[in-house]
């Protein structure tokens, strides 16, 4: 079928000012409360988090920090964050409603002036996108940042400072990971401490052992205490007491970072006042620099920087206006602040540190006179780490020890990376490295016969068989595939767990959680056992995300809530069938609970989703398994990446030190032939005489957002027979006029009208509540009273405190790709609005309709530039250490392997 052309030479209602810059503007989802006017003009908001894989341009003109994993942090266009406008990553999540240039973007949605075809599925021709039409002469470029619809002022100290003795759940969160860090490095010191004699035995050889040290010394005589005890009558043996899996971490339960003192905040307060900065930020600066915050500001004015959501003009402003004349570009402080802030900037786009050059260059940029000497500042003051990485030649072995001491005496010198980072992403990355090394290095442990592991190879065949295979002798294994190669890891668990294998799941969001579980129970049922040559069916595998997760939430959302509760916070059938998500594995709030050292008490992980690892929570994940355990990392490749810095599924990808399994389970179906496609760059039509996909064309965003409600609220459940509750929109940004804060507008006018009286929410509406940044978890509104809005978020009942509202929960009719992955939904519907042409990418197209597990719609404005980005946009490149790390771990195993072997020789 054909699309027709737009018609208008302009950008849309919801383009960008040609006087903004798009790339900048921001969110101000899940971050920290902030408001007012800093001087240079922008209005300084809390910072939202980086959710996806990265916006360009600068920082926040808003004031608002990168959803999309982050700005682009000016640190060049070759590894670093471009700090011209760029993308840091190709699978920009865009809005196009900043506030300071552009129009802002009425609350509900554009309806079409005349009313026009109904846009029903059934009138459908061909299923999928043509390539032949032009390119529109108006297409505008599309917003690559977040747009502020939250304004200015949001987080008033009343309501923050009254908040300050009760901890957030992302803080309880970050509290938890903190603490288990710290019992992971006790566990490293105590076993690399001395051990006394005899201190580790146990049982019959502990008992001998003091045998033999109460003869020597005396107290008894060799045959009293070498006599054989008289049998015992034999007794029952009493049941082991279960162990007991340690609870969720709770805010109460967290330790809580002590709150500013009053006299703290009221000097900072008088500080901003002075530097014409808002009052609103006295709160989070005095929580930012502790103790002395007023002293250490008014002598350093560019500590603002540090605070989400400033940017480097205005942190200058502030200055100026503290510090007069004495505030100069070559300031020492203000060179140290920018780098740090650039190298924020970067680990939001993705990156776990950048070349020094390209840092360099963004100083440069930054009106930084002396670029060099302000590196060399951040990295003497400890603010920043330095990395001279050696580059391997094509054909070279990997850097050693020994060959470093060579290049030494010959006098040759092996080329060199330089690198500067956070020492966060720094350590994390390297702990993730030598946790990996511990996995791959060491023997897994002995837990069933080899015979057992064979015969389970055995009856999986293909590579579901070769899964299990590697599994049995290796400690880390990489698994990829679509979705229908869901059901290998599945057979993969319930074969482990036959075997008496402690095996568990952990999926990256509760929908993956939920329809793994179904998986599971499928095959556990011979339904969905992975055959030679037999896939799943069309919406199976982790299709079930669909049906598990959202029909429980088409229910009432009380009753969904009593039952989370009383399953202990997930639903007992996941429970049952050992299946968590990463978050709650890693808090304690769901799976096997943790052994006497701290480690989790399993023996086999398989971790789903694993391209939505970043490095600080692979490095916790890797650090909390035992000894001895299994770790596989299933995914598919082909998604966006981490919210978070770092890239760990394709790093060790492409590193190959340990076995990869490629599924040759292909998905089925007309989806599964267009979303495989979409994988190697071809945007294919596709038969579908099922209607599973389907093209709308329109001619602007104003018939997008009608058309989409069309379809959702009538033409999908009419003609597919997928209720609106069980549909997903996705588009590729909030701003813009059809960005997602328009969608949901629309769609809760036509699904679920209300008046909004809990901040905009009312019972029943379909909710995005963002916890803690990256992470995104699908729900609906149960109510709200004065402990704030009570969510029913896949059956687990969540209460937002009042003050959160505003930063962590969105309405979820629409959402963007990067809040949708690690789910799926019966239907789908994407919206491709004109203006978002630019954010467009692979990634993220193959995201956006691997979403569908029944019917896709695609709401199609963008002409040409949809097969282009298929054919043309991959991902972004991010930079990281891992590899290199992960080549030096190789090559220092590799040696260690043959010095024993000549011992032995």
């Known amino acids: 079928m054909s699309t027709e052309p737009e018609t208008t030479q302009k950008a849309g209602p919801g383009s960008p000012d040609p006087e903004v810059d798009p790339a900048t503007a921001r969110d101000p989802q899940e971050g920290t409360p902030g408001g007012g006017r800093v001087p240079g003009d922008e209005t300084v908001t809390g910072g939202e988090a980086a959710e996806g894989a990265g916006t ?139 051990i006394e004699s005899g201190a580790k035995l146990s049982g019959r050889a502990a008992d001998l052992l003091a045998a033999v040290r109460a003869v020597e010394s005396g107290e008894k005589p060799a045959a009293a205490v070498f006599t054989p005890p008289e049998p015992e009558p034999a007794q029952r043996r009493a049941a082991p007491e279960p162990v007991r899996r340690p609870g969720p971490v709770t805010a109460e339960a967290a330790a809580v970072p002590a709150a500013p003192a009053p006299e703290t905040v009221q000097a900072v307060r008088q500080v901003l006042a002075a530097g014409g900065a808002p009052e609103s930020l006295a709160l989070p600066v005095a929580t930012a620099l502790g103790e002395g915050a007023a002293d250490r500001l008014r002598a350093d004015p560019w500590q603002l920087l540090h605070i989400a959501g400033v940017r480097p003009e205005q942190a200058d402003g502030f200055a100026r206006a503290l510090l007069g004349a004495e505030s100069r570009p070559d300031d020492e402080r203000r060179g140290r602040a920018f780098t740090v802030w650039l190298l924020e900037q970067a680990a939001l786009a993705g990156h776990t540190s950048l070349e020094a050059p390209a840092l360099t260059a963004a100083l440069a940029q930054r009106g930084v006179p002396d670029a060099d000497a302000a590196l060399q500042s951040a990295l003497a003051e400890g603010e920043a780490l330095v990395f001279q990485d050696a580059l391997e030649e094509p054909g070279a072995p990997a850097p050693t020890p020994e060959a470093d001491g060579d ?198 992980l398989v971790v789903l989703d694993a391209p939505q690892l970043d490095v600080e929570t692979a490095a916790l994940l890797v650090e909390s398994l035992p000894d001895g355990a299994r770790l596989v990392l299933s995914g598919d490749p082909a998604v966006l990446w981490s919210a978070g810095p770092g890239r760990v599924f394709a790093d060790l990808l492409a590193a190959r030190v340990c076995p990869h399994i490629a599924s040759r389970l292909p998905d089925p179906g007309p989806l599964g032939e267009l979303v495989s496609g979409i994988g190697v760059g071809e945007l294919t039509q596709v038969a579908a005489p099922g209607k599973e996909v389907v093209i709308v064309p329109v001619r602007d965003a104003g018939e997008a957002v009608h058309r989409t ?52 929410f009312d019972p029943g509406d379909r909710i995005a509540y963002s916890p803690v940044p990256g ?41 963007t790709a990067h809040q949708a992955v690690g789910g799926r939904w019966p239907a789908a519907v994407v919206v491709l609005p004109g203006d978002a042409a630019q954010a467009l990418s692979r990634p993220w197209v193959y995201t956006a309709f691997s979403r569908a597990g029944r019917h896709l719609s695609v709401v199609h404005g963008v002409e040409q530039a949809l097969p282009r980005a298929v054919a043309e946009v991959p991902a972004r490149e991010r930079t990281t250490r891992l590899p290199l790390l992960l080549a030096a771990q190789a090559a220092q195993a590799a040696q260690a392997a043959q010095s024993q072997e000549r011992a032995e020789a």
């Open 407 to 604: 290049e030494e005496e010959t006098g040759e010198e092996r080329p060199v990376r330089v690198l500067v980072g956070l020492e966060r992403y720094a350590l994390a990355e390297e702990s993730l490295a030598d946790g990996l090394a511990r996995l791959i290095n060491s023997a897994p442990g002995e837990h069933g016969p080899a015979e057992g592991w064979e015969e389970a190879a055995g009856a999986a065949r293909g590579s579901a068989g070769e899964l299990i295979r590697a599994v049995s002798g290796h400690g880390l294994v990489l698994h990829t595939g679509g979705e229908a190669a869901c059901a290998e890891p599945a057979r993969l668990l319930a074969g482990a767990r036959a075997l008496g294998l402690r095996a568990w799941a952990a999926a990256h969001s509760p929908l993956g959680r939920d329809g793994f579980t179904e998986l599971l129970r499928a095959t556990a049922a011979g339904e969905g056992a992975p055959d030679a040559g037999r896939a799943p069916q069309a919406g199976g595998g982790s299709a079930g995300h669909a049906q598990a997760g959202q029909a429980g939430q088409a229910g009432q959302a009380g009753q969904a809530g009593q039952a989370g509760q009383a399953g202990g916070g997930v639903s007992g059938g996941a429970q049952s069938h050992a299946v968590a998500t990463v978050a709650g594995l890693l808090s304690g709030a769901e799976g096997p609970g943790r052994d006497a050292d701290g480690a989790l008490d399993l023996d086999l």
């Open 709 to 760: 409600v069309q379809l959702v609220a009538d033409s999908v459940p009419r003609a597919i027979g997928v209720p609106a509750e069980q549909t997903v929109v996705i588009t590729p940004g909030h701003g813009g006029a059809a960005g997602t804060r328009v969608l949901n507008a629309a769609l809760k006018e036509r699904l679920n009208p209300g008046p909004g009286r809990f901040g905009g």
């Open 56 to 194: 360009g341009g600068d920082a926040v003109p808003q004031g608002e920090a990168a959803e999309g994993a982050g700005t682009g942090s000016g640190a060049g266009s070759g590894a670093g964050a471009a700090d011209s406008g760029a993308e840091a990553d190709g699978s920009t999540e865009t809005d196009g409603s900043a506030e300071a240039g552009s129009g802002r973007v009425s609350g509900a949605g554009a309806q079409d002036s005349g009313e026009g075809s109904e846009a029903d599925v059934e009138s459908a021709g061909r299923g999928a996108p043509e390539a032949g039409a032009e390119d529109s002469a108006g297409d505008s470029g599309a917003d690559a940042g977040e747009g502020s619809d939250a304004g200015s002022g949001s987080g008033a100290d009343a309501g923050a400072e009254g908040a300050a003795g009760k901890m957030s759940e992302a803080e309880a969160e970050l509290a938890a990971q903190r603490a288990e860090r710290e019992r992971i490095e006790r566990r490293k010191a105590e076993k690399k401490g001395p």
């Open 775 to 815: 992470r995104t978890l699908p729900g609906r509104v149960v109510t709200a009273d004065a402990e704030g809005l009570h969510l029913s978020c896949s059956g687990v009942r969540v209460v937002v405190p009042r003050e959160r509202v505003e930063a962590s929960v969105r309405h979820g009719w629409a959402l």
